[in-house]
């Protein structure tokens, strides 16, 4: 059925005007109430189902009564955990990494360095989408840098979303290889021959949320999947206390032979340590919708709660890395879970809840790339709601399990994604979007947050660009493990298939299958 246009006489000033309704094609993001999940704006927005146009054609923007306006606002507590919830994720469990990249006194004062740089540019960022959009109407991360750099920062904007996203959604996929790998190989039976089987193997539980993510991923709304941020959020703090106890238990035992334990250790690893933190605290996507849903948003207000947010996720980092760290020493593995023993019934509850937490959020990252994808590929073509969307959603869960079935370690994700897309979104973007929207104010060089967006733009270009060669050098070499031996066995299967950091390790004697069956075993 086609659609249907009315027309209704509206008396204006002793005037009467014929307004003709003429419906609007929605697009499949809002077909059944969700909202462009690339461009997300506040829930303070009108719901039109029609536009309005006068006799001549022109359109027309009726005031609305207040009833009718959405106005669901937070206020600063309700905001810190929103975001403490988006900050605390995948980049807490490779902080001790981190900090044994450059020890534990270098690690702290980098952290503290991100996190200073990120509440200026937190702070940037809000009083860029303030200038904006005073109102806080439909305010977007996108709607900025277009403000800023008119139409060719869209496309900006649309590349940064499908690096980030495309990154996270790749270590959700390990971190649900890494979490739920071990345990299944404990409960089969706790030996070589039960962590080695087809259901122990990282592979298999990421095969299991592969066929999770399509169907989630396929909804056209994902609201349900909000009440899961409370599990996140849970058991990230459950972690964080976890880590600090089992570390506290671990330091009688001290390094092994020919470790040490690091305290200011200046490298090139410090930039993959630097690409760590900085996807750690990256939320600044999201900090603008947030704004936008901001109860009397007052510059004290608004640093009130940056500040606070991020203090919270700085505390968080400091603890597990300090204390994951100092546990394992050099052993210290990509992901600090890996290092603790699958028949660990307090971490195992820790390791479910991020299990689900993680296979709640990936379909959040599909949706914005997807969306991202479509307006590249097809920028004059309506979005689609079932035939290009559910080929790019393919495209999208075939390429991020990939490459999260070909590379094991997590943190080398995370750090490429933390030195590419995130800094250009955390750093690089607000920076500049300050000093353009600002410059009439200010100047070029005038007002002290100016001068911070120069050194922002500076160490994030700086930053950036190193890291993101550090870490691709890292990925393409890899790491020297040492071996450990198991008891009681006289084949070897491949790494993949070994309890990752369970009591038998990695086998020692060479894999009779050689490098290409070894490659794509899992």
Known sequence: MGRMYTEQEVTDGGSTITITRVPEKKPWWQ???????????????????????????????????????????????????????????????SMPFAFKNVGIA????????????????????????????????????GGIVRAAFGPKGTVLV????????????????????DLLSPPIGYWLGDDPEAYCSWWAKRSTPMLFA?????????????????????????????????????????????????????????????FRTISILTFAFAPHIQIVSMFGEFKNPTRPRVRQWIWGSL?????VYALVGSFGYYAFYGETKGNILLNHDPDDVAVLVGRLGVAVSVLAGYPTMCAPTVASLDKIFFPDREPSLWGRRLLLVAVFLAFTWMIAYL???????????????????????PAACYISLFREEHGLFGG????????????????????????????????????????????CAPQRCCPPGGVYGEPTLPCPTGNISFFFSG
């Open 31 to 93: 077909f059944f109430g969700g909202s462009d999940p690339s461009d997300a704006s506040p829930k303070h927005k009108i719901d039109e189902a029609t536009k309005l146009f006068d006799t001549d054609g022109n359109e027309c923007t009726p005031s609305l009564p207040d009833e009718e306006v959405e106005t669901k606002q937070s206020g600063v507590f309700a905001s810190m955990f929103n975001l403490c919830n988006v900050c605390l994720g995948a980049g807490t469990l």
């Open 106 to 141: 270098l690690g702290l004062v980098l952290l503290t360095m991100i996190y200073s740089l990120m509440v200026v540019s937190g702070i940037m960022i809000t009083d860029a989408a303030r200038k904006v959009n005073p109102d806080q109407h439909n305010i977007s991360y």
């Open 158 to 177: 649309q590349f940064i979303i499908i690096v980030a996203c495309s990154g996270i959604a790749i270590a959700y996929f390990q971190l649900v290889g």
């Open 210 to 270: 592969l066929g999770i993510e399509a169907a989630l991923c396929v909804m056209p709304s994902f609201t349900a999947l909000r009440y899961v941020s409370f599990v996140a959020v849970a058991s990230m703090i459950y972690l964080t206390v976890i880590v600090v106890i089992r570390s506290g238990q671990r330091w009688d035992v001290g390094p092994e032979d020919g470790d040490e334990l690091l305290t200011f250790h200046i490298a090139a690893s410090m």
């Open 311 to 315: 203090t919270i996720a700085w505390a």
């Open 407 to 429: 590379i094991d370690d997590v943190s080398i994700i995370l750090g490429l994604t933390g030195a590419g897309g995130l800094t250009f979104a955390a750093f690089l973007i």
């Open 448 to 491: 002290l947050l100016t001068k911070w967006s120069w050194v922002t733009l500076f160490l994030g270009s700086i930053f950036g660009g190193v890291a993101i060669v550090v870490n691709l050098i890292d990925a393409i070499e890899g790491e020297d493990n040492e071996p450990c031996t198991w008891p009681n066995i006289t084949t």
